[in-house]
């Protein structure tokens, strides 16, 4: 039946639309219409069949053999697909090697020279197949991708990508200053390359639903002059594309920074002269934000890619994310391969959770920097870890009105969970008497959620869907 134009998941749906709030449909029904990747209706206790509840959402009788009907175990839920807002594709190359330095140090042993060899784009072609097939295995239907400064190996990158069947904006990494010898370009080159692989992605894929878009991606402000950062700016502008980069994330790289341009009052506001600081802008890391900065973020309605797991393990710092959620700002959740160790969104849920703990119990113990509101003392449920995976990232993406939650005419980008996969890390409910005893149906699901978040990993991913189509499945 998977040939059959429409699909309905039975079964429950759980999704995050407003921080905070977990919506559990425990005995729902979901029907997409495979043919445009959209979701055509959800309902909640129908005692319809799956051809009459397809009939209903598109006001017209549909038969049987058109309709696939997929049942949900007991031990299965049904959720929107994580969202990584901020990863690198060619850093899996030396993935969990390197955390016992900071930033500007690591950059400068590992990545640099590692990145280099993509320069060679068989090399490209043999390696990231199995890169984009790990992401896709931890449930990551839509990715901020990387890639380095090679024009044919950004393309295999995206062609890759595209053939495996996940949502991706890809970035050809721009650095033209302040670079090693044997891994930089001119501006010149910099620039006709970008737009060179800007025309290459979307001349590759014409279809009204891309599943590939190209990203404006100066690496960040110490590898790029003024005249690249204001052609990357303009490029953004000419093509109405995303802009992805690096801001505060260490005190070293700051001055850094600052010491390329120093008229400029801030590290943000070097991004923000050069039109690369708007609403489709994703700026990683974030930790070391000045209040101006922090202004300046609200204003030009840029986003946040909040990376926990790179954060601490590179020893950068921890950011403020309640403050931005307070200040209005956007953010998601990113896995920042290979400063993080790991491609897993789940692990940047319990990373993220870990984080803002830490912040409050610094505040608490130090006695001075008290926070000055409820909200920065409340520590991030696990509700909230889900939004920021899947609707946050999905604003952080500037798709919020796309994806992000499983609602009607929505593109069905989703995953199946199955909490008693073979060795799942998650414990059976008779084995937690705390969801085995819980007062409600709804209660046992939002205490399995908890567990899901802290526990679960990339064996309970069951399947994997993208724009209606099953792109991964165990």
């Not at 055509?40 to 049987?64: D, F, K, N, P, R």
């Not at 049942?71 to 993935?95: E, K, N, R």
């Not at 799942?424 to 908890?450: F, G, I, K, Q, Y």
Request: one cysteine or more.
């Amino acid at each position: 039946m998977a040939s059959a134009q429409y699909a309905v998941f039975l079964g429950c749906i759980v999704d995050t639309p407003v921080m905070g709030q977990l919506r559990v449909r425990t005995n729902g029904a979901l029907g997409v219409d495979r043919s445009t990747g959209r979701i055509i209706g959800v309902a909640e206790q129908s005692e319809l069949s799956s051809a009459e509840l397809i009939s209903l959402w598109v006001g017209q009788t549909v038969g049987s053999e058109a309709v696939e009907s997929i049942s949900l175990t007991t031990d299965q839920f049904l959720m929107p697909g994580l969202i990584d807002t901020h990863t690198h594709a060619p850093q899996f190359a030396f993935l969990g090697i390197g955390h016992d330095l900071p930033l500007m140090d690591w950059l400068n042993k590992y990545t640099f020279k590692h990145e280099s060899e993509f320069k060679d784009a068989d090399l490209a072609r043999r390696f990231y197949k199995d890169v984009i097939a790990r992401v896709v295995r931890n449930g990551v239907t839509f990715a901020a991708y990387y890639g380095t400064i090679h024009l044919e190996s950004n393309r295999v990158l995206a062609q890759t990508i595209r053939q495996i069947g996940q949502r991706a904006y890809v970035g050809k990494v721009c650095m033209d200053a302040n670079s090693p010898s044997y891994y930089s370009e001119s501006t010149e080159d910099s620039l006709r390359d970008t737009e060179e692989f800007i025309r290459q992605v979307i001349g590759d894929d014409e279809t009204q639903q891309r599943l590939v878009t190209p990203i404006i991606t100066p690496r960040f402000v110490p590898t790029c002059s003024h005249e690249c950062l204001e052609g990357l700016g303009a490029l953004a502008e000419k093509y109405q594309l995303p802009v992805q980069s690096h801001l505060c994330e260490n005190p070293s790289e700051i001055e850094f920074a600052k010491s390329c341009f120093p008229d400029s009052p801030s590290y943000a506001h070097i991004y923000h002269k050069y039109g690369l600081l708007n609403s489709r802008t994703i700026m990683a890391h974030c930790v070391h934000l000045s209040d101006s900065e922090i202004a300046l973020m609200r204003e030009s309605k840029a986003s946040v890619s909040h990376c926990p797991n790179s954060n601490f393990s590179l020893g950068s710092g921890i950011a403020d994310i309640r403050r931005f959620i307070d200040e209005g700002i956007p953010v998601g959740l990113g896995t920042d391969v290979g400063g993080g160790y790991t491609p897993s969104i789940l692990d940047a849920m319990r990373m993220a959770a870990a984080a803002n703990r830490a912040l409050i119990a610094f505040r608490r113990d130090s006695g001075g920097d008290q926070p000055t509101s409820s909200s920065k003392e409340k520590p991030l449920e696990a509700a909230e870890a889900l939004f920021l995976a899947t609707q946050g990232g999905a604003r952080v993406m500037g798709m919020d009105d796309q994806l992000g939650s499983l609602d009607t005419n929505k593109l069905f980008d989703a995953i199946v969970v199955d909490m008693n996969a073979l060795n799942s890390p998650v414990p059976s409910v008779d084995a937690t008497p705390a969801v085995r005893d819980a007062d409600s149906p709804d209660e046992a699901w939002r205490l399995r959620l908890e567990q899901f978040v802290f526990l679960a990993d990339d064996r309970n991913i069951s399947r994997v869907y993208v724009g209606g189509k099953l792109i991964h499945s165990v």
